[in-house]
């Protein structure tokens, strides 16, 4: 990197201990960070680096949100704890992290492992909650065959799926993680993968048949 | 389309979630709080063998001191900087208990803005009304109407709020939480310290009385001498050893995108009723979403009338108006707005990153005495970014 110093106007970006430090010039768009790689934020958290892991969730949370909330229907409260849970994970496993697959797809096995475990301990309840009644009340014949009748339908049944299924749903069709690197987010064999995911497939559109009929 | 298409096609149509950006820097407050209690403290099984080793330690020592002679207690150490408004009526006590030192402050009314530091397990620092308790790391304000607690706000750190008989609230730095019944102003606010960093307290602080433990009872009750392991008491929402002042929210010098949860007086985990927000924070809010709408001249004009009120939220303003300013391209006027901010703000987080945005300017302007000066007061900073941003700053004077 070359670096020329005027005195009214000092080149800012420096070499601080043989490592580039990127320094941002007041005015500037903030890009200093962007240009650093996630797996190069990643190994930072390794070595305890906070802004690293405030940078890879700025980069991540909105996916890390969606993934959750798509898995686990629950109170905002606890999408937040469970993000947050993901997050911490990353901070502790980061020297783990083998550079098989991407960061990404790093934080959606933790992801995935966090809900799963926050679903096994909360299973009674999640039981008392599925035998809830569909919210279909205040429906008129005429709109139930709507399209957000559809949706509304498909979410409900979609919760209802077992969580193995439901993560390989989720992960597969609605964040279109290829199959194979879905197979190693979820720690499973391939053939195990496709087998669930067309069971969960199967499922929701004998639901939303049966809805319909 | 395939069915199995047209069902992706109508799942990718459920809602998921989508956290505002309060909720979001919340989240990201506390995950970096974590991260840096867990780097401090890293679980290890060894400790847990330790810590039992240490409670029958304790114990032992503890049936020596009460069965043998009784010597004086050790001087009980003070962890916060408590600053009260002038007809704030509060009694501070520091004691020794058998885990530690036991600091509490009973507010009976008037406001009260707290520093904690770094304590240390064991110990306790709280602020006691007669139907609450709050405990934190990190600074925040308490307000106290009637003997009843009427409404904590969090400027760095954070803080646990309870109400007896009702679940804690646990507040993030910027986050506020009111009691149900609350008034615009209970008593005048607290002069902000108007001097450079110091360690020393600037603001008119209330004499306070302190209890000293009595010699006769170093050890709060006889059963706790019994038990092998210390008194238990509730757990704090910062275990109490982060040296919170710096390090429990660094905030990422690198992606200055500043904290909006002071914009928010009533987050969602924190306030269980809409209150009406001041005429600051409605400026702050203001500032804040044009900041973010990239309206840098518009928001400069709301965060400054922000600023010019009362409060840590007007404090913070100052900081953002001077982003505001310095991305509206009027650097003069963002170099007065940081060094506003750098003589009121003696204990903010954001200290570290406005000496150093200060120093840029003043670089760029070519005074290199004045930003190597404002570069290293920022090299000291808990945040590892922005001290290694402010070294990067100083070779690049050289």
């Known amino acids: 990197m070359t670096s020329k110093a005027s005195p009214s106007q000092p080149n800012l970006t420096a070499l601080d201990g043989g490592k580039v430090v990127p320094i941002r010039r007041p005015g500037e768009p903030r890009a200093s960070l962007s240009e650093i790689s996630d797996e190069a934020l990643l190994a930072a958290c390794g070595v305890g680096e906070s802004a690293a892991l405030g940078a890879l969730y700025d980069r991540h949370h909105e996916a890390m949100y969606r993934l959750v909330s798509r898995m686990l229907r629950s109170e905002r409260a606890e999408i937040d704890d469970l993000v947050q849970t993901t997050f911490l994970e990353a901070w502790k496993s980061a020297k783990g992290y083998s550079g098989k697959g991407s960061v990404k797809s790093f934080l959606y096995g933790i992801a995935a492992n966090t809900v799963r475990h926050h679903v096994r301990s909360a299973k009674r309840r999640r039981e008392a909650l599925a035998d809830l009644p569909e919210p279909m009340h205040g429906a008129t014949p005429d709109v139930a065959a709507s399209h957000a009748q559809q949706v509304q339908r498909l979410g409900v049944a979609i919760e209802r799926l077992p969580h193995a299924l439901r993560e390989v749903y989720v992960l597969c069709d609605l964040e279109d993680v290829p199959g194979v690197e879905a197979a190693r987010i979820l720690d499973v064999r391939a053939g195990t993968l496709w087998r669930r995911l067309h069971d969960a497939r199967k499922l929701l559109r004998e639901a939303l048949d049966g809805g319909a009929a | ?398």
């Open chain 2, 1 to 398: 389309m395939s069915d199995d298409a047209r069902l992706r096609e109508l799942a990718k149509e459920l809602p998921y979630e989508h956290p505002d950006e309060a909720r979001r820097e919340a989240v990201r407050a506390s995950l970096l709080a974590a991260a840096t209690r867990r780097e401090e403290h890293p679980p290890q099984r060894w400790r847990v063998v330790a810590a039992f080793g240490a409670g029958a330690l304790v114990a032992a020592a503890a049936v020596l001191l009460v069965v043998g002679r009784r010597d004086p207690a050790p001087a009980a150490i003070e962890h916060a900087r408590i600053e009260a408004s002038a007809a704030a009526a509060l009694e501070h006590t520091v004691s020794t208990t058998a885990s530690g030192t036991d600091e509490i402050v009973r507010v009976h009314s008037g406001k009260v803005r707290v520093a904690v530091a770094a304590v240390k397990a064991g110990d306790r620092v709280a602020i006691e009304t007669s139907d609450g308790t709050v405990e934190g790391a990190g600074d925040y304000e308490v307000a106290v109407r009637d003997d009843k607690l009427a409404a904590v706000t969090v400027t760095a750190g954070s803080a646990r709020v309870v109400i007896s008989g009702q679940k804690a609230v646990f507040l993030a730095a910027g986050q506020a939480w009111h009691a149900e019944l609350w008034t615009a102003e209970i008593t005048p606010a607290i002069p902000a310290p108007t001097t450079a960093p110091s360690s020393a307290p600037t603001a008119p602080i209330q004499t306070t009385t302190m209890t000293p433990p009595t010699p006769t009872s170093p050890l709060p009750t006889t059963s706790s001498i019994q038990t092998p392991t210390p008194t238990p008491r509730p757990a704090s929402p910062l275990p109490a050893v982060a040296p919170a002042m710096t390090t429990s929210v660094p905030p990422p010098v690198e992606t200055p995108t500043p904290a909006p949860a002071v914009t928010t007086p009533t987050p969602a985990v924190a306030a269980p009723k809409a209150i009406e927000p001041t005429e600051t924070e409605q400026h702050f809010q203001r500032g804040w979403k044009l900041l973010k709408a990239g309206k840098a001249i518009e928001a400069s004009a709301e965060l400054g009338l922000a600023a010019d009120g009362e409060g840590p939220i007007a404090i913070d303003a100052r900081y953002f108006q001077a982003e505001a300013l310095v991305k509206a391209g009027r650097k003069t006027e963002a170099e007065k707005a940081l060094v506003g901010f750098l003589d009121r703000a003696t204990q903010s987080l954001r200290r570290g990153r406005a000496a150093v945005m200060l120093a840029r300017l003043i670089a760029e302007r070519g005074d290199t005495a004045s930003a190597r000066a404002w570069f290293q007061a920022a090299i000291g900073d808990g945040d590892p970014a922005v001290a290694k941003a402010a070294k990067a700053g100083l070779a690049a004077l050289e």
